[in-house]
């Protein structure tokens, strides 16, 4: 079992920035790719983007990429996404997830096993 917090979200200005942190306790962290997501209301819940087990891979999706960046720290237990130049389109739920069976960075909800609560971030115009 992994459980994964979220943390760090809030409501911030066009152009701000903001680092959400996710921290994850059970199994060992380590072994996990991990993914971040994002759920606007009324939209299906997308890819953010993804980092590999020792942080050697990450992808973005292509609306955040130049903008976000997700790294993480094992001896932490704790994933983080660093958002930069926050647009109002960025206003969502953020949800971190974690892999156990380690297909890859992956944009698919199906191969994450395990989710956060999420945390809320609002970006005003």
């Known amino acids: 079992q992994v459980q994964l917090v979220e943390s760090g979200g809030g409501l911030v200005q066009a152009g701000d920035s903001l680092r959400l942190s996710c921290a994850a306790s059970?199994?060992?962290?380590?072994?996990?790719?991990m993914g971040w997501f994002r759920q606007a209301p009324g939209k299906e819940r997308e890819f953010v983007g993804g980092?590999?087990?020792?942080?050697?891979?990450?992808n973005y999706a292509d609306s955040v990429k130049g903008r976000f960046t997700i790294s993480r720290d094992n001896a932490k237990n704790t994933v983080y996404l660093q958002m930069n130049s926050l647009k109002p389109e960025d206003t969502a739920a953020y949800y971190c997830?974690?892999?156990?069976?380690?297909?890859?960075?992956?944009?698919?909800?199906?191969?994450?096993?395990?989710w956060g609560q999420g945390t809320q971030v609002t970006v005003s115009s």
């Open positions: 997830a974690a892999q156990t069976r380690s297909v890859g960075i992956s944009p698919r909800l199906e191969d994450y096993d395990y």
């Open positions: 980092i590999t087990r020792y942080g050697g891979i990450r």
């Open positions: 059970g199994r060992t962290f380590s072994g996990n790719n």
